[in-house]
């Protein structure tokens, strides 16, 4: 089990856990979460909600 994460998107480490299995970067404000074949991307839009990439992340 990983504690420390860093973000796929621009390599920060300012992530914090928000759910079971999603992630924050406050350098981009992005979520994330890891999948089996990478990581799923999210971004935040100022309502709050969430609006997932088309691709993902792998790695
Ligand atoms: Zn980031």
Avoid: H
């Avoid at 860093?6 to 350098?27: E, H, L």
């Avoid at 990581?39 to 100022?46: C, G, L, M, P, S």
């Amino acid at each position: 089990m990983r504690t420390a994460w860093t973000c796929p998107v621009c390599g920060g480490n300012s992530v914090g856990r928000v759910g079971q299995n999603q992630y924050f970067c406050r350098d981009c404000f992005l979520e994330f979460s890891p999948v089996k074949d990478g990581y799923r991307i999210y971004e935040v839009k100022d309502d709050g909600s969430l609006l997932a990439w088309e691709d993902g992340i792998s790695g």
